[in-house]
Antibody
Framework: QVQLVESGGGVVQPGRSLRLSCAASGFIFSSYGMHWVRQAPGKGLEWVAVISNDGSRKYYADSVKGRFTISRDNSKNTLYLQVNSLRPEDTAVYYC????????????WGQGTLVTVSS | QSALTQPASVSASPGQSITISCTGGSSDVGYYNYVSWYQQHPGQVPKLMIY???NRPSGVSDRFSGSKSGNTASLTISGLQAEDEADYYC??????????FGGGTKLTVL
């Protein structure tokens, strides 16, 4: 079945970096746009970034622009999020999510990976 | 990239109907029909309930329906059941090719 499995979260000090990964299976990964969405503890959903199916187009939320980079490797069916210069307010569960097609809305979510930014 | 505006909470008794509003602007909700709604139970992953304003994915109860007028989209749940108690989020595609979510609405079934 369609599955998205995130990894790479953990506890990190402010200013440091992490790379989150999302392994996709059960669908033709290279045919779909992919998103990262985060949710701070006890808070709502916040869209982070989207990447087109071929990786040529990337868009970001203003809150992460310049610090986060979304990428993908279609040969490995894997989505990535490089998160740099982390701040305490970046503490959240980060969800990998499959788009309906080209970046319009999320149709399927992974289980998420928790990133905690703390000294 | 301002979040879409949703009421923080709504409540109703079983069997009743509720409507959750989602207000954006002319560059998101008002521009595209790419409004979707998600249900999230505590500790669980969000689930798509409505897509492209009015459409239900396979397996979603027909008690859930969506609509839009101008810059405001709405989710209506009829015949409320205890299992409907959850957080609900709207989202919209924007003219900047980004996605924006609403702040979320906590539905309490009394």
């Amino acid at each position: 079945q369609v599955q998205l499995v995130e990894s790479g979260g953990g506890v990190v000090q402010p200013g440091r970096s992490l790379r989150l990964s999302c392994a996709a299976s059960g669908f033709i990964f290279s045919s779909y746009g992919m998103h990262w969405v985060r949710q701070a503890p006890g808070k709502g959903l916040e869209w982070v970034a989207v990447i087109s199916n071929d990786g040529s187009r990337k868009y970001y939320a203003d809150s992460v622009k310049g610090r986060f980079t979304i990428s993908r490797d279609n040969s490995k069916n894997t989505l990535y999020l490089q998160v740099n210069s982390l701040r305490p307010e970046d503490t959240a569960v980060y969800y990998c999510a499959k788009d309906v097609s080209s970046g319009y809305y999320v149709v399927l979510w992974g289980q998420g990976t928790l990133v905690t930014v703390s000294s | 990239q301002s979040a879409l505006t949703q009421p923080a909470s709504v409540s109703a008794s079983p069997g009743q109907s509720i409507t959750i509003s989602c207000t954006g602007g002319s560059s998101d909700v008002g521009y595209y029909n790419y409004v979707s709604w998600y249900q999230q139970h505590p500790g669980q992953v969000p689930k798509l309930m409505i897509y492209e304003v009015t459409n239900r994915p396979s397996g979603v109860s027909d008690r859930f329906s969506g609509s839009k007028s101008g810059n405001t989209a709405s989710l209506t749940i009829s015949g409320l059941q205890a299992e409907d108690e959850a957080d609900y989020y709207c989202s919209s595609y924007t003219t900047s090719s980004t996605v924006v979510f609403g702040g979320g609405t906590k539905l309490t079934v009394l």
